[in-house]
């Protein structure tokens, strides 16, 4: 008789057999790997990813849940240090992003883990691997947004609004109502301007930007 | 030569003054305090982990020993202000209101102890802004008979017997941004206590532990864990406090219930803080004067930590207690006894 078969005889009835296998172990996570740990420490920002002990501190007193409900750096962190890639990616790619930096996490965090550097890199990490597919709303606006700066060396406020609608394909909201008011408004008291000025030979400085960015 | 000093009046300092002079050494005991029996005393302990027997019958029969025993002089409100010589002979200054008086003696023991760390400087838990934010030593003077509410837990705002108690765990211990990344020790134990204790006097309340992990490593504490959340029905929270707000009047706390990983808020009338354990004035002040090693923390560094616990890191200089790093009473004890054992046979060669 093979190992772990136990011998049982209920009401005349034989139950012999392998436990085990009448009562299969639920097993949801196989494999875990730190690889990804690894990956966000090398990041920009990633390196203090490891010092974190998942007391919370950073989750309790962050300003963001009253907004978005899920957001969750501790959770994120445990995530990635737990290799449980797929729920990172699955229930987590669109929070990542949402970090607003006020660097409350950080400046409270009892193990010196730069919580906000850490969440970027964490975020940083997933847009490495594509998981988003189509640009989404904040990175249409960083890219709009860095763009302008590296054209003109300053912001434009109508250009980059009108920039930021036309990427994410939305120049019709942008002629909406509410939206042409609220401009109107800003423009007649002084918050906008129509057209933004020019900085004097900055395409010497936008071209080595370029160059170092490349 | 057959006399010690001992410096410092605490449970570890009296117990290897008795035990010296039991063993037929004269010691000098210095306390700057008027009182004998240091941390215990001054913040009128009132039950220890974790049988919950009363403090006063572990601390007077220790200061009753040394007061009972002609070979000790104590020297209460004084302090060791300077120290010359060396092994086996120092000459030591002891000064009080009165004035100074030099004495020799064969060897120094340092028993100065432990100061309750401020949670003045944890901003966000408003401890000194908010009247109901209490530190664990508060609790303990409030639980005790004899203490400023006569054994009445009453929340220090507006005396009413509070409901809803949540207790914050490891506040000044295991936190690198007040430079205290050390284990306290006896935060756990000392919390599920005074948990036991609130409910045994208001079995409607509830109590609320926000820990990261519970420590119960020592005799029994373990066991008092269990009885807290079976018997009692203390709710354990893992999740670190991370702020305390006034929300319509009540105190309101925030944290993570990691195991569900999602934030809370939640509104308490009486907030504990489980106030670390961070080197005293005494220790410090000891260190400089007799010229010893400190740690990191400012605790004293012994020679050797496996093999030479209790000799600082000058011959003839003895170290003992809570001035090493954390410890509850129960080891303080041991630890009077040890350097004691150990002073008696280095003094004898």
């Not at chain 1, 947004?145 to 054209?151: D, K, L, N, R, S």
């Not at chain 1, 401009?183 to 936008?206: A, E, P, Q």
């Not at chain 2, 944290?255 to 509104?267: C, D, F, G, K, Y």
């Amino acid at each position: 008789m093979a190992e772990n078969t136990d011998k049982m005889v209920i009401d005349g009835v034989e139950l012999t057999g392998i436990w085990k296998e009448f009562l299969p172990s639920r097993i949801l996570y196989e494999d875990v790997t730190t690889e990804f740990l690894d990956e966000v420490k090398k990041l920009p920002g990633g390196a203090t990813i490891a010092k974190c002990y998942q007391c919370g501190t950073c989750t309790g007193g962050c300003t963001l849940p009253d907004f978005v409900d899920k957001f969750n750096p501790r959770r994120f962190i445990d995530l990635v240090r737990r290799g449980h890639y797929d729920i990172l990616v699955n229930e987590n790619k669109d929070l990542v992003w949402k970090c607003v930096s006020c660097q409350r996490c950080t400046h409270r965090c009892p193990r010196g883990v730069n919580t906000q550097e850490v969440v970027r890199a964490i975020a940083k990490f997933l847009e490495d691997r594509k998981v988003f597919g189509k640009l989404t709303n904040d990175e249409a606006f960083d890219e709009v947004f860095m763009g302008e700066v590296i054209e003109d060396g300053r912001i434009d406020e109508v250009k980059i609004v009108k920039d930021f609608y036309s990427k994410t394909g939305r120049l019709k909201d942008m002629m909406r109502a509410d939206q042409l008011s609220l401009g109107f408004k800003m423009l007649t008291s002084g918050r906008i301007k129509l057209f933004g000025g020019k900085i004097k030979d900055w395409k010497k400085v936008s071209q080595r930007l370029k160059e170092e960015l490349q | 030569m057959k006399t010690v000093l001992v410096i410092g009046g605490g449970v570890t300092g009296l117990k290897a003054a008795s035990e010296l002079a039991g063993m037929g050494y004269n010691v000098s005991l210095v306390e700057k305090e008027d009182y004998l029996g240091g941390q215990v005393v001054k913040h009128k302990y009132y039950k220890l982990a974790p049988d919950l027997r009363p403090a006063g019958d572990v601390i007077d029969p220790v200061i009753k020993a040394v007061e009972s025993n002609s070979n000790i002089k104590v020297h209460k409100h004084s302090r060791v202000v300077a120290v010359s010589g060396n092994a086996p002979e120092f000459k030591a200054k002891i000064k009080n209101s009165k004035g100074e008086s030099e004495e020799t003696f064969g060897a120094i023991v340092v028993a100065t102890g432990f100061e309750h760390f401020d949670p003045i400087v944890k901003q966000e838990y408003g401890y000194g802004r908010f009247k109901d934010v209490v530190t664990n030593s508060e609790v303990e003077e409030m639980l005790n008979p004899n203490g400023p509410t006569k054994g009445e837990l009453k929340r220090p705002s507006d005396g009413k017997v509070p409901k809803k108690i949540a207790i914050f765990q490891c506040v000044g211990s295991r936190d690198k941004q007040v430079g205290n990344p050390y284990c306290c020790r006896v935060g756990c134990v000392v919390s599920t206590k005074q948990a036991i204790e609130i409910k045994e006097k208001c079995p409607d309340s509830e109590v609320y532990v926000y820990y990261m992990d519970m420590r119960m490593f020592g005799r029994g504490w373990e066991e008092l864990y269990g009885k807290a959340m079976e018997d009692y029905e203390v709710i354990f929270t893992r999740g670190r406090g991370a702020e305390v707000t006034l929300k319509n009047q009540q105190l309101s706390l925030r944290a993570e219930e990691t195991v569900m990983n999602r934030p809370i808020q939640h509104s308490v009338d009486m907030i504990i803080l489980a106030a670390g354990i961070a080197a005293g004035d005494g220790t410090i002040d000891a260190a400089k004067v007799l010229g010893i090693k400190q740690n990191d923390y400012g605790f004293l560094a012994p020679k050797d930590d496996f093999l030479s616990p209790n000799e600082s890191s000058k011959a003839g200089i003895y170290i003992a207690g809570a001035d090493k790093g954390p410890l509850d009473i129960e080891n303080c004890i041991v630890e009077g006894a040890a350097v004691a054992a150990k002073v008696a046979s280095n003094l004898k060669n």
